[in-house]
Nanobody
Framework: QVQLVESGGGSVQAGGSLRLSCAAF????????MGWFRQAPGMERETVAA???????SYLDSVKGRFTISQQYAKNTLYLQMNSLKPEDTAIYYC????????????????WGQGTQVTVSS
């Protein structure tokens, strides 16, 4: 069973930066799609960024140019560097993974982390 463990959330003022990490434990595969998602209170969950095992990335329009998704293969770790944070970025952030597939629209992720809170104050 794959386990995803997030870290790096916290509170920051608008304009600040945070880096989220997601470590994958268990039987992983070299072909996958991993992503970062977020959900604010009363809002639907949205996909923030995704990355294929070949390094192809995609981003939510509102975070383009501010957030960067990356991965460190040797450590089975996914990152989300968040710069120029805005109050509207406040949410619980989750990482997720689906193996033996590339990232594609409508992909359902089987493995999810527990979430980490990001709070941006104005």
């Amino acid at each position: 069973q794959v386990q995803l463990v997030e870290s790096g959330g916290g509170s920051v003022q608008a304009g600040g930066s945070l880096r989220l990490s997601c470590a994958a434990f268990g039987p992983t595969y070299p072909y996958y799609c991993m992503g970062w998602f977020r959900q604010a209170p009363g809002m639907e969950r949205e996909t923030v960024a995704a990355i294929d095992s070949d390094g192809s990335t995609s981003y939510l329009d509102s975070v383009k140019g501010r957030f960067t998704i990356s991965q460190q293969y040797a450590k089975n770790t996914l990152y989300l560097q968040m710069n120029s944070l805005k109050p509207e970025d406040t949410a619980i952030y989750y990482c997720a993974a689906q193996y033996l597939t590339a990232c594609e629209g409508g992909l359902r992720f089987r493995y999810w982390g527990q979430g980490t809170q990001v709070t941006v104050s104005s």
